[in-house]
């Protein structure tokens, strides 16, 4: 693509997918049942976008300091013009690569897995579209777009979740995402209601330029930020609106790659950082300090160590997976949550985020190998027709090259030691709250522990040992280079995309580099985000929780086990059953709408019925009618009878006067 042309028509990553999937959808209509097409359209579309996302990212490179950006007038209110605008910065150019690219190697592996489904139009131009909103809410430059994307791609990813609706679990998945979601994002919306109020203003430099300003009282910045991170712990599935994205599993396993890896739940992480120049202001003089960040430190917390409890105990292959999606945001949003306060004079003069980069870091690698487990986990369950990890094991002999893809996205989640891009994004991660003197340092390293158990109980479970599954095992065998093949590329970067964090990294290559490159939220103190070379103490950690949760996976999962995990489970009963039931998570949100929502909604119709209804509007209305069926009687026309009724209220008025005693006075 011409280099000039891009840059200035930075919207083209994005509208190129959205083109594809209208055309797409257009020609479904008629030709329901052209997979080729169907799939040629989105791939290209794809295609064309990354190439796209490429060019803009080398034009960040070589010239960071050309601006990529326009925007149009959508409406006009008043003195206010409502316009959709785009730009391109290093964030979001890192970010469109990532999406373009995993997202072309999911629709190259969907190719040969759902070859033998109805409905491949159907689900390539949601593919689409779904990329199309992803690279929109990356490219937003004010929170109108941020937003529209935000909700585009909760509407793909219920479209994609439910694509067999042949079946009721997928169809109540996708109900549970999208109902959960907009709970989230309620709050997402007041709180750039809330900006937009105060500022006049929607675009993201405008609203931090009147934050500096003092344009918003500390509590409410406060406030309105609170409300903006409900977007994130929806969308990024943190506590305590993770529920959704397990059961998000129903859908086909290539969506569930895209949708754990670089879209949908990176998206909160995404903002996150996007809005840090805001989130950095946030303070309470109620409680003295950073409030949202240090919330959005804690929920990440609770986050990942709760999801990481309950992934050691679960037996189908993706809701391990899931849950391990779900405790890595939690990580990436305890980054997001930690900094230094910078002290001027005895006063707050505000912070250095020291977690921004580790969390970003984290994102990318997380990108890589978490989308690659997913499309060995498709390629498992395309082979044996079953995901319960119990009706697995021997596969390694079976299918090697899932097999070994497998064991290096295994290796690069726990964090195998200096080889792996999980290790160095993870390094970084505990790393900033050593730095920070954050008591989550502590938590994040119990977390990290559980995450090289469950993961290679994952692995020892479905490849080691011998096959224990139904299927006939000698028709078991490694799919089709439509899907290994994206499986080895994403290998590559599972292992060198950390090198960037390495202290023996050239220094343009290096954390810092990527540090400057990403983007920083701070204006001061910046040196100090990412620090050079390697703390022992936190490399001792990160090699202990590794050794701690690979030694306990071998000891109870290996081909000979030494401690059974059935005598396990039954000596510790309750805390297993509350860990392989989710904490009962489901139960109690269930339990809730029945007596809270319900039992409101059961109150609400009785006051209705028969309060307002019953008594205030039809029992005046009764009340009126035999009130005017009374009276008319009294309207006869006759005289005497007006007369007598004279003389009736005279006597009564000359009876009354007399018992209240009022005849007496004078006598």
Known sequence: MNMPFLTHNAWLPAFLPLLAGTLIFVLAAFQRQNKALAMGLSLMGTVLALLASLGLLFSRMTQPETLLHGKFRWLTTGSFD???GWSVDNLSAMMLVVVTFVSLLVQIYSAEYMAHEEGVPRYYGALSLFTFSMLLLVLADNLLVLYMGWELVGICSYLLIGFFTFKPEAAAAAKKAFIVNRIGDFGFLLGILILFYMTQSLEFHAVTEAVAAGKLPGILLAVACLLLFCGPIGKSAQFPLHVWLPDAMEGPTPVSALIHAATMVAAGVYMVAKLMPLFAQATSPLFGSFLVLDAIAWIGGITAILAAAIAVTQNDIKRVLAYSTVSQLGFMMMAMGMYQPVMEAGHLHGIVPLGYTAGLFHLLTHAFFKAMLFLCSGSVIHAVHSNDMREMGG?????????????????????????????????????SMWEAHSPLFW??????????????????????????GHHEAQSIHDPGWLMKGPLLILAIPSVVAGFIGTPWTPPALHIHGFLHFSGHAAEKGHEAVAV??????????????????????????????????????????????????RFYFDEAY?????LGVMGGARISY????????GLLVNGVGLFTIGSSETLKYSQSGRVAYYALAVVGVLVVLVLAFIWLGLGKVGV
């Open 443 to 468: 938590l994040a390293a119990i977390a990290a522990t559980l995450t090289s158990f469950y993961m290679f109980r994952l692995y020892f479970m479905t490849f080691e040992g011998s096959y224990r």
């Open 395 to 431: 596969l390694r002999k079976y299918m090697p090259i899932t097999a070994l893809t497998c064991l290096i996205g295994t290796a690069s989640i726990s964090g195998f030691p200096f080889l792996t891009a999980g290790f160095w994004s993870k390094d970084e991660i505990l790393l």
């Open 532 to 581: 050079a070379g390697l703390n022992p103490i936190v490399v001792g950690v990160s090699l202990t929780v590794f050794l701690l949760g690979l030694g306990l996976a071998w000891a109870m999962y290996s081909a000979q086990p030494k401690i059974k995990p059935e005598s396990l489970a039954q000596r510790f009963q309750p805390l297993y059953q509350t860990s392989l039931n």
């Open 606 to 613: 009785f006051i209705d019925k028969y309060l307002i209804d």
């Open 590 to 594: 269930l339990l809730f709408v029945r």
């Open 82 to 84: 409502l316009t959709i």
